[in-house]
């Protein structure tokens, strides 16, 4: 006997391998006039589909039960069901009749309005960025399947669609207006990606898209699914990645989703050990259950298959892995053995991470995990691409807000790094978590007054990326927005008409230019023989010095103040004898520096010891970048 689609489709679910668990359930049109409705509901006594089509009627439109798998399905034929019609499912346990959206919608009403909205998923759009994924396949495939950071530029620029930029009178801008504005903007600017924050559905804008209801559905606060693909087709063209935020670790207790959706907990842990992160007020996916995980792993490859999305960053991953996850003794239970590594966690990142190496192995699993859990960007262990270094994170933004006079007893806190970021595939991370809750924002962590908070940005940021690893920065940081972000408003751009904020724009523009340019910061990022330390440990003066080469054997040297006194007569080994030319400064008047420093090339001098040295001057809270010039000049 043949088993028919119908079945293979519902058995691959249960045992959890239906990667395009999207295409069989939820709403899928059949003909003009019929619609076939599935969802998973094993613990509803009835479930019906009510809507604008039948006055949302609780009763009228049943669906039917098997009781094997708790799939409920039916056929409705109705011609006013078309492209737009709002409905939802009426899941029916004992006296209780609850309305819930539909898990698998690709379209959803947003904020105050929770139904989902029917979208024919067929509907063709018509790409073109195949270039772009012709270059993504020839630069990432490789390195990805051989557990390396990709020899390409990677420096990513955080955004929340709804906070980058609005309309004057509070509005959000559409999806095509953020398309060409933002294309044309990180263009200019020089990041080679966008990283969104959360776009899947989400009806409260207070939880940034960290809480969503509707997994299969870009929001519609900006428009509909077609314009969300014109985002990503537009970047593409312009030559820009796409990383999605996604988030499989929890989702929120709104009744209208994924919350008990059948009466009873179905899509988060039944155990009161594992079932909610209290301080999140969210419920945890039971990812060990098998139908979830076809739901979970079925999303991830939607994003990067329906929308061409260039990576997927998998937030929260540390809360996922360890048992004790924010919560106190007696909340939770140990393993047999007394450990408190969540295994079924553990062998769902194995699962999916392997589902997205074999589908779309030139693309991007990235993990915020912000533990020591080891091999989580390993084939043989979790499996993801990169992570995110939080440690690098923590120790560099302490160090920054340190007043200069006492940075000598932190000085490790900008070597530590060093120690460990060859050891996984990091990216160093200054996102939105650390520019809120009294954080406060990038420029005004830097210690010191006006004047120093800016030379210290640029210092800082310089620091950043010249250190082995990709890069990501919190959009409003490049132009040095004062306030705490807030996802009500649109940043300070009008900070733009202060000299002091536009020459910190002009200054992230070169660096981010200078970066692409010079593969040397980029090509080589997990060789420990690319990175070498020049000064180390320079506690008391406040410098750090440190090389990075090329495949070519090419090099830049790069210097760090960090004091906040002037070195005039500053020297450091290099290797060899020659010129060496500075090509960077942070001091350059155009960055509102005060232009301390020479730009003609520096002779090496011998050292007495017989080896080289550079005598140089290092102006306060600055960096210089120097490059070998055979030249002299």
């Given at each position: 006997?043949?088993?028919s689609r119908d079945e293979v489709a519902e058995y691959l679910f249960g045992q959890g391998n239906n990667y395009q668990s999207q295409n069989y359930f939820g709403a899928h049109r059949i003909d003009d006039e019929s619609v076939a409705f599935r969802v998973w509901a094993p613990g509803a006594d009835l479930v019906c589909?009510?809507?604008?089509?039948?006055?949302?009627?609780?009763?009228?439109?049943?669906?039917?039960?098997?009781?094997?798998?708790?799939?409920?399905?039916?056929?409705?034929?109705?011609?006013?069901?078309?492209?737009?019609?709002?409905?939802?499912?009426?899941?029916?346990?004992?006296?209780?009749?609850?309305?819930?959206?539909?898990?698998?919608?690709?379209?959803?009403?947003?904020?105050?309005?929770?139904?989902?909205?029917?979208?024919?998923?067929?509907?063709?759009?018509?790409?073109?960025?195949?270039?772009?994924?012709?270059?993504?396949?020839?630069?990432?495939?490789?390195?990805?399947?051989?557990?390396?950071?990709?020899?390409?530029?990677?420096?990513?620029?955080?955004?929340?669609?709804?906070?980058?930029?609005?309309?004057?009178?509070?509005?959000?801008?559409?999806?095509?207006?953020?398309?060409?504005?933002?294309?044309?903007?990180?263009?200019?600017?020089?990041?080679?990606?966008?990283?969104?924050?959360?776009?899947?559905?989400?009806?409260?804008?207070?939880?940034?898209?960290?809480?969503?209801?509707?997994?299969?559905?870009?929001?519609?606060?900006?428009?509909?699914?077609?314009?969300?693909?014109?985002?990503?087709?537009?970047?593409?063209?312009?030559?820009?990645?796409?990383?999605?935020?996604?988030?499989?670790?929890?989702?929120?207790?709104?009744?209208?989703?994924?919350?008990?959706?059948?009466?009873?907990?179905?899509?988060?842990?039944?155990?009161?050990?594992?079932?909610?992160?209290?301080?999140?007020?969210?419920?945890?996916?039971?990812?060990?259950?098998?139908?979830?995980?076809?739901?979970?792993?079925?999303?991830?490859?939607?994003?990067?298959?329906?929308?061409?999305?260039?990576?997927?960053?998998?937030?929260?991953?540390?809360?996922?892995?360890?048992?004790?996850?924010?919560?106190?003794?007696?909340?939770?239970?140990?393993?047999?053995?007394?450990?408190?590594?969540?295994?079924?966690?553990?062998?769902?990142?194995?699962?999916?991470?392997?589902?997205?190496?074999?589908?779309?192995?030139?693309?991007?699993?990235?993990?915020?995990?912000?533990?020591?859990?080891?091999?989580?960007?390993?084939?043989?262990?979790?499996?993801?691409?990169?992570?995110?270094?939080?440690?690098?994170?923590?120790?560099?933004?302490?160090?920054?807000?340190?007043?200069?006079?006492?940075?000598?007893?932190?000085?490790?806190?900008?070597?530590?790094?060093?120690?460990?970021?060859?050891?996984?595939?990091?990216?160093?991370?200054?996102?939105?978590?650390?520019?809120?809750?009294?954080?406060?924002?990038?420029?005004?962590?830097?210690?010191?007054?006006?004047?120093?908070?800016?030379?210290?940005?640029?210092?800082?940021?310089?620091?950043?990326?010249?250190?082995?690893?990709?890069?990501?920065?919190?959009?409003?940081?490049?132009?040095?927005?004062?306030?705490?972000?807030?996802?009500?408003?649109?940043?300070?751009?009008?900070?733009?008409?202060?000299?002091?904020?536009?020459?910190?724009?002009?200054?992230?523009?070169?660096?981010?230019?200078?970066?692409?340019?010079?593969?040397?910061?980029?090509?080589?990022?997990?060789?420990?023989?690319?990175?070498?330390?020049?000064?180390?440990?320079?506690?008391?003066?406040?410098?750090?010095?440190?090389?990075?080469?090329?495949?070519?054997?090419?090099?830049?040297?790069?210097?760090?103040?960090?004091?906040?006194?002037?070195?005039?007569?500053?020297?450091?080994?290099?290797?060899?004898?020659?010129?060496?030319?500075?090509?960077?400064?942070?001091?350059?008047?155009?960055?509102?520096?005060?232009?301390?420093?020479?730009?003609?090339?520096?002779?090496?001098?011998?050292?007495?010891?017989?080896?080289?040295?550079?005598?140089?001057?290092?102006?306060?809270?600055?960096?210089?970048?120097?490059?070998?010039?055979?030249?002299?000049?």
């Open positions: 006997m043949i088993a589909v009510a809507g604008d089509f039948n006055g949302w009627n609780v009763h009228e439109d049943p669906l039917v039960p098997n009781h094997e798998n708790g799939i409920w399905t039916g056929i409705l034929k109705n011609a006013s069901f078309q492209d737009g019609s709002r409905y939802k499912f009426v899941i029916h346990r004992g006296k209780t009749a609850t309305f819930k959206g539909d898990p698998y919608a690709l379209y959803a009403e947003t904020l105050a309005n929770t139904a989902s909205l029917f979208c024919d998923g067929s509907a063709d759009y018509d790409w073109h960025d195949s270039d772009y994924l012709a270059r993504r396949r020839e630069n990432m495939i490789a390195p990805l399947q051989r557990d390396v950071l990709p020899a390409v530029p990677m420096n990513v620029y955080e955004v929340h669609l709804g906070s980058w930029k609005r309309h004057e009178d509070g509005s959000y801008l559409t999806y095509h207006e953020l398309a060409d504005q933002l294309s044309d903007y990180v263009k200019d600017m020089g990041f080679s990606y966008v990283e969104l924050m959360p776009v899947m559905e989400h009806p409260f804008d207070g939880s940034w898209g960290y809480q969503i209801c509707n997994y299969f559905a870009p929001t519609s606060r900006f428009g509909d699914p077609a314009g969300f693909k014109y985002f990503v087709d537009t970047m593409h063209r312009k030559g820009i990645g796409v990383i999605l935020d996604w988030v499989p670790a929890h989702f929120p207790k709104d009744q209208h989703g994924l919350y008990e959706f059948d009466g009873g907990p179905l899509y988060e842990y039944q155990g009161k050990d594992r079932m909610e992160h209290a301080s999140w007020g969210t419920r945890c996916f039971d990812v060990g259950r098998t139908q979830v995980q076809s739901f979970l792993i079925s999303n991830a490859l939607y994003w990067l298959d329906e929308f061409h999305a260039d990576g997927l960053r998998v937030d929260a991953v540390a809360s996922m892995l360890y048992l004790d996850y924010d919560r106190k003794p007696g909340e939770w239970n140990p393993n047999p053995d007394g450990s408190n590594i969540n295994r079924e966690s553990v062998a769902f990142f194995r699962k999916l991470n392997a589902a997205v190496r074999e589908r779309f192995p030139d693309c991007m699993m990235i993990a915020e995990e912000s533990t020591a859990f080891p091999g989580v960007t390993k084939q043989d262990g979790l499996g993801f691409n990169m992570k995110w270094s939080m440690g690098w994170m923590n120790d560099s933004l302490d160090y920054l807000t340190i007043d200069p006079l006492f940075r000598g007893g932190a000085h490790h806190k900008l070597t530590f790094s060093t120690m460990y970021c060859f050891s996984e595939s990091y990216m160093l991370p200054i996102s939105h978590d650390e520019v809120v809750h009294g954080k406060k924002s990038l420029l005004d962590k830097s210690f010191g007054d006006y004047e120093q908070k800016f030379a210290s940005t640029r210092t800082f940021l310089t620091y950043m990326m010249t250190h082995p690893g990709k890069k990501l920065l919190f959009m409003g940081s490049e132009f040095g927005q004062f306030t705490e972000w807030n996802e009500q408003k649109s940043l300070e751009w009008f900070m733009l008409a202060y000299d002091k904020h536009k020459e910190l724009q002009t200054f992230v523009k070169a660096l981010n230019h200078f970066y692409l340019e010079h593969k040397m910061l980029w090509e080589l990022d997990q060789d420990g023989l690319a990175f070498k330390w020049i000064a180390a440990d320079n506690t008391s003066d406040n410098v750090y010095a440190y090389e990075r080469f090329s495949s070519d054997g090419n090099s830049l040297i790069v210097c760090l103040n960090f004091s906040a006194n002037d070195r005039d007569d500053y020297r450091f080994p290099v290797r060899e004898s020659g010129y060496y030319k500075p090509v960077f400064t942070t001091d350059a008047h155009e960055f509102g520096g005060r232009t301390l420093y020479s730009d003609r090339a520096v002779r090496a001098v011998k050292d007495g010891y017989g080896g080289w040295q550079l005598k140089t001057k290092l102006p306060a809270l600055s960096a210089v970048i120097y490059i070998k010039n055979r030249k002299g000049n």
